[in-house]
């Protein structure tokens, strides 16, 4: 027999500060690789093989989403 669990979470201010940088980052570097993936391909006809750390030298912001915080 399977079961299935829901549960919900109720963050405090901070906590849904934090989600919203991070999904937000998330979000973000997604769309930036893919469209430098894209851009690569039609260029060069061969893959980009880049990772989200790579990142984080030309955007300072992104590694603020990555810190944890002293409330989790």
Known sequence: MRRAYRYRIYPD?????????????CRFIYNRM???????????????RTT????????EWLKSANKKSSTF
């Not at 201010?13 to 980052?25: D, I, L, S, V, W």
């Open 52 to 59: 989200p750390a790579q990142y984080k030298k030309e955007y």
């Open 13 to 25: 201010p901070e906590q849904k500060n934090q989600f919203a940088k991070t999904f937000g980052c």
């Open 34 to 48: 893919l469209s430098d993936k894209k851009d690569w391909y039609e260029k060069h006809h061969e893959m980009l």
